[in-house]
């Protein structure tokens, strides 16, 4: 057990699964076709992006 993590560390936390998501959207987007996986995969992609996009929202306006 750890100390707990502050809200800079979570800022960045899910910040970096943000931009990992973004990438991984950025290569299914470029494909031409999709197979029924990968359209599933996007569409679980989409909604884990906004979901860290959301935290990282609500952690800049605790800040102000």
Known sequence: MGRPKS???FYKEAECFHT???RRLRMLLRK???SE????EMKMVK????YYK???EGLK????
């Open 7 to 9: 809200k800079d560390e």
């Open 54 to 56: 959301d935290i990282m």
């Open 37 to 40: 996986e990968e359209e599933v």
């Open 61 to 64: 306006k605790e800040e102000s």
């Open 20 to 22: 990992s998501l973004d």
């Open 47 to 50: 909604k884990e992006k906004l």
């Open 32 to 34: 031409s076709f999709l």
